[in-house]
């Protein structure tokens, strides 16, 4: 029992690693993109070149913004590459949801028992029966 728990915590470590190095290749992609956003502004260029001019500049740019962008998000990255940590917590979290549902018969049988409970302080005995 020991050793799957020690073996899930060095899965846990590797799984935290992992995506602290995919959002930090993330940040890399970003500056990469914000360090060639001058030469996208550069309006000299923007006047007077040519369509696929201005498109092989600003390309380079979306691209690493947009992987940039997407690799600091990482979830897609991580869950693919640890798909049975994000099972396991789904279905945790499915087996919540039934538990967290009856708290209404729940709710309405405390309402009973508060009102008997009230009835035999008061030494009124509780009337079910509708009056008219």
Known sequence: ???????????DIFRDIFS?????LGLVFLCLGLKDVPAVLD???????DK?????TLL????NLAVGWWLIGGGLLIRRAYPEVYEHSNAQVE????????FQPQESADMDTAERRLASL???????????
């Open 1 to 11: 029992m020991k050793d799957t728990q020690q073996i899930m915590k060095r899965r």
């Open 20 to 24: 602290l190095a995919v959002r930090i």
């Open 43 to 49: 309006v000299p260029t923007i006047l007077n070149g």
């Open 52 to 56: 696929v001019e201005i498109l092989s």
């Open 60 to 63: 380079p740019v979306v691209f």
């Open 95 to 102: 087996r919540r949801e039934p538990a967290s549902r009856p």
């Open 122 to 132: 008061v030494g009124k005995p509780r009337d079910n029966s509708p009056t008219a």
